[in-house]
């Protein structure tokens, strides 16, 4: 068994997605000596279906089903799911992280003045996402403009969007800190994909990993377990910490469509540029542009094959509910979970309104997509297998990424991701000086410097 880092690296962070990426660069920029495992490829992003199809849409990888056929997606690449996501930023619920003893406020500051983080020009709203946004307005909702994680500047009426991964640097994605990162000195290995950290008298200090078939070992004094809802409960099972990975949320969401005749799509759609939040009924509503490709699969699915060469007048609403706490994780990953009656009722109240918006717009042919699921989280919940610093019960191994938010969800996590990874690396930052000073005075004075 190779062993790769002894003594080397003074923290290991497995994964790569916005909550390890802040870690990593956080640190390094503090002049730590990182070392990131990761499981997916790194390389250029090009921006097409084949990278698409081989990061994200892998059957019993990157696409995973339930045991009730419910599609779940995530990404196994540098950057994670950052790296296809649709940008939209959501803000933090603070109050949730607060009854845990998790202040987020002045992370969340920092991360605004740094990101670009804002509502779309005006230019950037297409007339298909104008027209659902108007006529959801005429008829009551607080249809707005949402936030979104792009560089506005950079964009030019020509740009497609990044659904297959976006070359232009216009959309930011966690692999932007990963480079960040590697530049001040950490060292990321891809195709690492980490089984277990490994324990020792109750204190971690390194973990095993397959890569291209050989088991190897990598050490370091800290491990930051940041493989996404998924992966870090897995990782933890196989830890000994087996209570890990049950009484989880997925944030289930349909898609509802309609013919509109007298607009077309464009090229330079953005998904999800406006919607609104039905915080009391349990759901969001947002317009949802997709690539052809994903509207063939999706209306192949629900046997509409009248609607399969509609693409370019197809408006399309996404309905996103915050489920219920459920199910469980098998040992190797698989997601054992079904839609509670509160959830199914939650998702037909969206389609109903939805229904109403599209035909308020001029729709004709309404119909549903099947069901997906995005953002599993809360498999290792902060107050009761991590605490209010993210750490588990075993001392230096800390876990961060959606995983560890503690209750129901429904929205993007992307900023609260962050702004944990970047409250994470000041604890660290503030642990790696408190173990000096300690030392420190241990030392007789003359030793001092």
Same mark, same amino acid.
């Given at each position: 068994?190779?062993?790769?880092?002894?003594?080397?690296?003074?923290?290991?962070?497995?994964?790569?997605?916005?909550?390890?990426?802040?870690?990593?660069?956080? @640190?390094?920029?503090?002049?730590?000596?990182?070392?990131?495992?990761?499981?997916?490829?790194?390389?250029? *992003?090009?921006?097409?279906?084949?990278?698409?199809?081989?990061?994200?849409?892998?059957?019993?990888?990157?696409?995973? @089903?339930?045991?009730?056929?419910?599609?779940?997606?995530?990404?196994?690449?540098?950057?994670?799911?950052?790296?296809?996501?649709?940008?939209?930023?959501?803000?933090?619920? @603070?109050?949730?992280?607060?009854?845990?003893?998790?202040?987020?406020?002045?992370? *969340?500051?920092?991360?605004?003045?740094?990101?670009?983080?804002?509502?779309?020009? $005006?230019?950037?709203?297409?007339?298909?996402?104008?027209?659902?946004?108007?006529?959801?307005?005429?008829?009551?909702? !607080?249809?707005?403009?949402?936030?979104?994680?792009?560089?506005? !500047?950079?964009?030019?009426?020509?740009?497609?969007?990044?659904?297959?991964?976006?070359?232009?640097?216009?959309?930011?994605?966690?692999?932007?800190?990963?480079?960040?990162?590697?530049?001040?000195?950490?060292?990321?290995?891809?195709?690492?994909?980490?089984?277990?950290?490994?324990?020792?008298?109750?204190?971690?200090?390194?973990?095993?990993?397959?890569?291209?078939?050989?088991?190897?070992?990598?050490?370091?004094?800290?491990?930051?377990?940041?493989?996404?809802?998924?992966?870090?409960?897995?990782?933890?099972?196989?830890?000994?910490?087996?209570?890990?990975?049950?009484?989880?949320?997925? $944030?289930?969401? *349909?898609?509802?469509?309609?013919?509109?005749?007298?607009?077309?799509?464009?090229?330079?759609?953005?998904?999800?540029?406006?919607?609104?939040?039905?915080? !009391?009924?349990?759901?969001?509503?947002?317009?949802?542009?997709?690539?052809?490709?994903?509207?063939?699969?999706?209306?192949?699915?629900?046997?509409?094959?009248?609607?399969?060469?509609?693409?370019?007048?197809?408006?399309?609403?996404?309905?996103?509910?915050? !489920?219920?706490?459920?199910?469980? @994780?098998?040992?190797?990953?698989?997601?054992?979970?079904?839609?509670?009656?509160?959830?199914? $009722?939650?998702?037909?109240?969206?389609?109903?309104?939805?229904?109403?918006?599209?035909?308020?717009?001029?729709?004709?042919?309404?119909?549903?997509?099947?069901?997906?699921?995005?953002?599993?989280?809360?498999?290792?919940?902060?107050?009761?297998?991590?605490?209010?610093?993210?750490?588990?019960?075993?001392?230096?191994?800390?876990?961060?990424?959606?995983?560890?938010?503690?209750?129901?969800?429904?929205?993007?996590?992307?900023?609260?991701?962050?702004?944990?990874?970047?409250?994470?690396?000041?604890?660290?930052?503030?642990?790696?000086?408190?173990?000096?000073?300690?030392?420190?005075?241990?030392?007789?004075?003359?030793?001092?410097?």
């Amino acid at each position: 068994m190779d062993t790769l880092g002894s003594g080397n690296f003074d923290v290991i962070v497995v994964g790569s997605g916005p909550g390890g990426a802040t870690v990593a660069r956080d @640190l390094s920029r503090c002049g730590k000596k990182v070392l990131i495992l990761e499981w997916g490829p790194g390389g250029p *992003i090009v921006g097409n279906l084949a990278q698409y199809a081989r990061e994200l849409m892998v059957p019993g990888k990157s696409l995973l @089903l339930t045991n009730r056929m419910l599609g779940l997606v995530r990404a196994i690449t540098t950057g994670g799911s950052s790296v296809f996501y649709y940008g939209t930023c959501f803000p933090v619920p @603070l109050e949730m992280f607060a009854a845990h003893g998790v202040d987020l406020r002045g992370d *969340i500051e920092e991360i605004r003045r740094e990101l670009p983080i804002g509502r779309l020009k $005006d230019e950037m709203i297409t007339p298909m996402a104008s027209r659902l946004m108007e006529s959801a307005q005429r008829l009551g909702f !607080d249809w707005q403009k949402l936030e979104k994680f792009m560089y506005q !500047d950079r964009w030019k009426p020509e740009f497609r969007f990044g659904y297959y991964g976006d070359p232009s640097g216009v959309k930011w994605s966690a692999r932007m800190h990963v480079d960040d990162a590697v530049a001040h000195g950490a060292v990321i290995v891809n195709g690492a994909k980490v089984t277990r950290v490994i324990v020792e008298n109750g204190v971690a200090t390194g973990v095993e990993y397959l890569t291209k078939g050989e088991k190897r070992v990598a050490s370091a004094p800290v491990v930051v377990v940041s493989a996404g809802g998924i992966g870090s409960p897995v990782i933890l099972r196989n830890s000994g910490i087996e209570d890990a990975g049950y009484d989880f949320f997925f $944030d289930p969401l *349909i898609t509802i469509c309609g013919t509109i005749k007298d607009v077309a799509l464009r090229g330079n759609e953005i998904p999800m540029s406006a919607g609104v939040l039905m915080k !009391d009924e349990g759901y969001i509503m947002t317009d949802m542009a997709i690539p052809p490709s994903n509207h063939m699969v999706f209306t192949a699915q629900v046997a509409r094959l009248d609607k399969l060469f509609a693409f370019r007048h197809t408006a399309r609403i996404m309905v996103k509910i915050k !489920d219920s706490k459920s199910g469980r @994780l098998t040992d190797r990953g698989g997601v054992r979970k079904k839609l509670s009656g509160s959830d199914m $009722d939650k998702l037909l109240h969206g389609y109903a309104n939805a229904r109403r918006i599209l035909r308020e717009a001029g729709a004709t042919g309404i119909y549903k997509t099947w069901y997906l699921a995005a953002h599993p989280g809360g498999t290792v919940k902060i107050g009761q297998l991590v605490d209010a610093d993210l750490q588990t019960r075993y001392r230096n191994l800390y876990v961060c990424d959606c995983s560890v938010i503690p209750e129901a969800w429904g929205l993007p996590p992307v900023l609260t991701v962050l702004a944990l990874g970047r409250r994470l690396a000041r604890h660290l930052t503030a642990q790696e000086t408190v173990r000096v000073n300690d030392a420190e005075e241990m030392l007789p004075h003359a030793a001092v410097a």
